[in-house]
């Protein structure tokens, strides 16, 4: 039975997983002992930042736990973060399985887990089930929260233990979390999806769309920003219409302005926005916040009406456009990034041409582009007009030769000018470089030392590369 039938509250919940935690800690303990080393875990997240943000949450409990975190997937409990939005994301995932199944011939103790979008997908907990019967723990999008619980039950199993649910309406606050990044975090300000763009299963996997209560959202970024965080990136499927469902709604703009007064904080980014939600209120709160970034992620999808329409979009390329001019009138020099589709059913030369239009007239600092991808279970998977794929293949190539044109042109425009850096890194490839991102998100390499990693610094861009700046502290 599910735990929420039994009308705990999200608090009451949050309790009850730190018991789970408590429980699980022994068992981890227990192990060690019997084998005289530590115990070692590994997730591998696929998919957007979201899946992201939730792998930090597995990795949080994974580390209370007990576990140390290893290299790769030659560990003793190993966790895939699935990601279903494309098929190949998909094919990913069985593949990497396929490995996993020979390394766990040699290693029958390892413990595989799979959770994420793919979970929530029909036919695929049936297929694991059948086909993948060296996987231990399935779990879903709308339970991880119950990851403790879940990995308790499964130290204690010799069988496969699953726990997928089709919805869930409570958000549990206050689990342990650990970032990748020091400076940097996302933070889920929403989950779900109510949109339905009919090529998208992101709704199907996600659920109806809950928005976090503001106080949980500042009161998370307080504690992030006390534990070294300089910038947030806050996450939504539509990050437009957050707070519409709230018993006291709030609108995003609103939320943004509340985001730029905690102190400490320096840099506020988010994604994804849609278009037909981006109200002038939001392009108001751009101009006056002077921590929100100069960028601004705003999917285009198709350029074309007619194609927009059976997409479901609810905005046509004269809205988009109208956006795209304000927003450069409120914010000089704003970045910005988009994603297109390539080849949804039924699109035709002229409509194509017609996306081509507008990646020119907008000039894109950076667009990600992709090949249509049929999703079951979406309206456009059962359109009958698909297009076939070598004419697919021909125009993605085109677009993906425009786009690139166009952003590193866009790029240019910056050279020799001195704009702030935020460190995020040594650089790869020469350690004597650090690499750090402008606001607008161009990367920058420049000389420096470790000790920069997660501070701003001005950095004069002498020379652009193309997608990336050589740069020199000013
Ligand atoms: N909520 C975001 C998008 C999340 S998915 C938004 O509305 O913009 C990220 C991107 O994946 C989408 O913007 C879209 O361009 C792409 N995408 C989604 N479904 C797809 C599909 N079936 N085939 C190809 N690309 C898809
Ligand atoms: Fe998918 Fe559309 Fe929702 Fe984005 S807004 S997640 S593209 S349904
Ligand atoms: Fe993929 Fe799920 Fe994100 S389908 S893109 S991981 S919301």
Not at 408 to 423: C, N, Q
Request: hydrophobic share 35%.
């Amino acid at each position: 039975m599910r735990d929420f039938e039994l009308n705990l509250t999200p608090e009451e919940e949050s309790l009850k997983q730190y018991k789970y935690m408590e429980k699980a800690k022994l068992l981890v303990a227990e192990k060690e002992k019997e084998l005289g080393r530590k115990l070692t875990f590994h997730v591998t997240t696929f998919g957007c930042q979201m899946n992201a943000r939730d792998s930090e949450k597995l990795v949080g409990i994974l580390s209370e736990i007990g576990y140390v975190e290893a290299e790769d997937e030659r560990a003793d409990f190993v966790i895939y973060n699935t990601c279903t939005v494309r098929e190949n994301a998909d094919n990913k995932v069985w593949g990497r399985l396929g490995y996993l199944k020979s390394y766990k011939k040699q290693n029958p103790e390892t413990i595989i887990g799979l959770c994420g979008c793919m979970m929530q997908e029909q036919g695929v907990v049936e297929k694991i089930e059948k086909e993948y019967k060296h996987v231990n723990l399935v779990f879903g999008t709308h339970n991880i929260y119950k990851f403790a619980e879940l990995a308790c039950k499964t130290l204690q199993s010799k069988g496969l233990v699953v726990d997928v649910w089709k919805e869930n309406d409570k958000i549990v606050e206050d689990l342990p979390m650990k970032r990748k990044f020091s400076f940097k975090s996302g933070v889920n300000i929403m989950f779900g999806c109510d949109n339905f763009c009919s090529y998208c299963i992101v709704p199907y996997v996600r659920g109806r769309e809950k928005s976090r209560e503001p106080k949980d959202i500042i009161r998370e970024i307080e504690r992030l920003v006390a534990d070294g965080v300089c910038e947030v990136m806050l996450l939504g499927q539509n990050v437009n219409s957050y707070g519409k469902n709230l018993e006291h709604p709030m609108s995003f703009a609103d939320l943004l302005r509340e985001v730029n007064k905690i102190e400490g904080l320096e840099r506020i980014r988010f994604m994804t926005s849609h278009p037909k939600d981006l109200s002038d209120d939001l392009i108001l709160a751009m101009k006056e916040c002077d921590k929100v970034c100069g960028h601004m992620h705003l999917p285009l999808q198709s350029g074309s009406d007619r194609i927009l329409e059976i997409m479901n979009r609810h905005y046509d390329k004269a809205k988009y456009l109208d956006i795209v001019r304000k927003l450069r009138e409120a914010v000089p020099d704003i970045a910005i990034t988009t994603d297109i589709i390539v080849g949804f059913p039924g699109e035709t030369e002229e409509d194509f041409q017609e996306t081509l239009n507008v990646v020119k007239e907008v000039g894109y600092d950076s667009a990600f582009t992709f090949i249509y991808s049929k999703r079951t279970g979406t309206r456009a998977a059962k359109m009958d007009n698909q297009v076939p794929t070598d004419v697919v293949k021909d125009r993605f190539n085109r677009l993906l030769e425009e786009v690139q044109t166009i952003s590193a042109e866009r790029a240019k425009r910056h050279e020799g000018k001195v704009m702030p850096v935020l460190v995020e890194g040594i650089n790869e490839h020469d350690n004597s470089l650090v690499t750090g991102r402008l606001e607008n998100n161009l990367v920058v390499h420049f000389k420096g030392t470790e000790d920069m990693i997660g501070k701003i610094y001005n950095v004069k861009l002498s020379e652009c590369k193309g997608f990336y700046y050589l740069g020199e502290l000013a």
